[in-house]
C-alpha cells in the first residue's frame, strides 16, 4: 500500500512542529503500560511531539517507563490515582498546543474519570481518537459523539461494540461491516471495528476491510499500540479514515513481522511497536 505523502517526509527544510503534537490522556495506578504504549506507538509512528497526560502522583513513575522523548502533563486525580473531573480545565485550557488527542487507554471506569472522558469528547476542537475505558463512557451519553463536528476516530473490539450499539457481541460479529457503517452514519464519526479482517468505516460511506496482522496480535496492549499510531498519522494531516487505515494496515504489517521474529505464542506488544520503523521503511521503499 503506498504511503500517503504526509509520512514520507521527503521535504528537507522541516521541524517537528511540522510533524504534529499528540497528546495522549491515558493510564491509572494499574495501567500505566497503557500510557506508555500509546505515547511509543505514536512517536515511533512519526509525531513530531507527544505528550501524555497522567495522573499527577504517578508523573515520576511514568518518566521512568516511557522514553525520554515523550513528555509528561501532570494532572489532577482521584483517590484512586485516575484522572479526576477536575483535569478537565487545565486540558481545555492546552487544546490549542495538540493536533490529536488520544483518549482512553488505562483510564478506568471510575466515575469521576468517566465524567472527564465525555467533557473532552463533547468539547474538543481538537481530532479525537477514542479507545478502550474512553469507548466505555459513550454508552452513557451518545450525543456526546455529535457535540461538535470533530473528527472523531472510534476503534472498539467485538465486545465494545456491542455496549455501543447496545446489542450483542455475536450480532457485531456476524455483519461486522454492516454494524460499522451502520454506527458511523448514525454518529457521524469515523469507526475501526477490530478483529480478524478489521473494518474501518466513514459517514460518506467509504469502507476498507484490513488483511494484514495475525493471531499473536491478540495480547494485551496490541489495541494501546494502534491507537498511538492512528493518533500520530491524524497530527501528521491524514484524515480521520485515512489515518485509521493506514494505522490498521501498518499495525497488522508490524504485528506480522514480530511473529515471524518472535511466534505468534511469544509476542507481545512491545514488538509490535519495535517493529513499526522497519514496516514504515518497507512501505517507503516499495512505493519509490
Same mark, same amino acid.
Not at 456491542?162 to 450480532?171: D, F, I, P, S, Y
Not at 495480547?219 to 479514515?241: C, E, K, P
Given at each position: 500500500?503506498?504511503?500517503?505523502?504526509?509520512?514520507?517526509?521527503?521535504?528537507?527544510? *522541516?521541524?517537528?512542529?511540522?510533524?504534529?503534537?499528540v497528546l495522549?490522556?491515558?493510564?491509572?495506578? @494499574?495501567?500505566?503500560?497503557?500510557?506508555?504504549?500509546?505515547?511509543?506507538?505514536?512517536?515511533? +509512528?512519526?509525531?513530531?511531539?507527544?505528550?501524555?497526560?497522567?495522573?499527577?502522583?504517578?508523573?515520576?513513575?511514568? @518518566?521512568?517507563?516511557?522514553?525520554?522523548?515523550?513528555?509528561?502533563? /501532570?494532572?489532577?486525580?482521584?483517590?484512586?490515582?485516575?484522572?479526576?473531573?477536575?483535569?478537565?480545565?487545565?486540558?481545555?485550557?492546552?487544546?490549542?498546543?495538540?493536533?490529536?488527542?488520544?483518549?482512553? /487507554?488505562?483510564?478506568?471506569?471510575? /466515575?469521576?474519570?468517566?465524567?472527564?472522558?465525555?467533557?473532552?469528547?463533547?468539547?474538543?476542537?481538537?481530532?479525537?481518537?477514542?479507545?478502550?475505558?474512553?469507548?466505555?463512557?459513550?454508552?452513557?451519553?451518545?450525543?456526546?459523539?455529535?457535540?461538535?463536528?470533530?473528527?472523531?476516530?472510534?476503534?472498539?473490539?467485538?465486545?465494545?461494540?456491542?455496549?455501543?450499539?447496545?446489542?450483542?457481541?455475536?450480532? *457485531?460479529?456476524?455483519?461486522?461491516?454492516?454494524?460499522?457503517?451502520?454506527?458511523?452514519?448514525?454518529?457521524?464519526?469515523?469507526?475501526?471495528?477490530?478483529?480478524?479482517?478489521?473494518?474501518?468505516?466513514?459517514?460518506?460511506?467509504?469502507?476498507?476491510t484490513n488483511?494484514?496482522?495475525?493471531?499473536?496480535?491478540?495480547?494485551?496492549?496490541?489495541?494501546? *499500540?494502534?491507537?498511538?499510531?492512528?493518533?500520530?498519522?491524524?497530527? @501528521?494531516?491524514?484524515?480521520?479514515?485515512?489515518?485509521?487505515?493506514?494505522?490498521?494496515?501498518?499495525?497488522?504489517?508490524?504485528?506480522?513481522?514480530?511473529?515471524?521474529?518472535?511466534?505468534?505464542?511469544?509476542?507481545?506488544?512491545?514488538?509490535?511497536?519495535?517493529?513499526? /520503523?522497519?514496516v514504515i521503511?518497507?512501505?517507503?521503499? +516499495?512505493?519509490?
Open positions: 500500500m503506498r504511503l500517503p505523502a504526509p509520512l514520507l517526509r521527503r521535504k528537507p527544510n *522541516v521541524h517537528k512542529n511540522d510533524f504534529g503534537h495522549v490522556l491515558a493510564g491509572s495506578r @494499574q495501567m500505566l503500560g497503557a500510557a506508555a504504549l500509546t505515547s511509543l506507538s505514536a512517536m515511533r +509512528s512519526g509525531a513530531g511531539l507527544v505528550t501524555v497526560g497522567i495522573p499527577k502522583s504517578l508523573n515520576a513513575a511514568v @518518566q521512568k517507563k516511557i522514553s525520554n522523548a515523550v513528555m509528561t502533563l /501532570p494532572l489532577a486525580e482521584t483517590s484512586e490515582q485516575t484522572l479526576a473531573a477536575a483535569a478537565f480545565k487545565t486540558i481545555k485550557d492546552s487544546y490549542g498546543s495538540y493536533d490529536a488527542i488520544a483518549i482512553g /487507554p488505562g483510564l478506568s471506569r471510575k /466515575p469521576g474519570t468517566q465524567s472527564l472522558i465525555l467533557k473532552v469528547i463533547e468539547t474538543s476542537p481538537v481530532p479525537l481518537v477514542i479507545d478502550a475505558d474512553a469507548l466505555n463512557a459513550i454508552p452513557r451519553s451518545l450525543k456526546s459523539l455529535t457535540k461538535t463536528k470533530t473528527s472523531k476516530i472510534l476503534t472498539p473490539h467485538p465486545g465494545e461494540m456491542a455496549r455501543l450499539t447496545k446489542t450483542g457481541k455475536r450480532a *457485531v460479529e456476524n455483519n461486522r461491516a454492516a454494524a460499522a457503517r451502520t454506527f458511523t452514519r448514525k454518529y457521524r464519526c469515523i469507526l475501526l471495528l477490530k478483529g480478524n479482517k478489521t473494518v474501518v468505516a466513514s459517514p460518506d460511506g467509504k469502507l476498507y488483511t494484514t496482522g495475525n493471531a499473536g496480535m491478540a495480547t494485551a496492549g496490541s489495541g494501546d *499500540v494502534l491507537t498511538g499510531m492512528i493518533a500520530a498519522f491524524v497530527a @501528521q494531516g491524514l484524515s480521520g479514515f485515512e489515518a485509521a487505515k493506514y494505522g490498521a494496515y501498518l499495525h497488522g504489517k508490524a504485528g506480522d513481522l514480530a511473529a515471524k521474529a518472535k511466534t505468534r505464542a511469544a509476542m507481545i506488544a512491545t514488538d509490535i511497536i519495535e517493529n513499526i /520503523p522497519a521503511k518497507k512501505e517507503v521503499r +516499495s512505493g519509490k
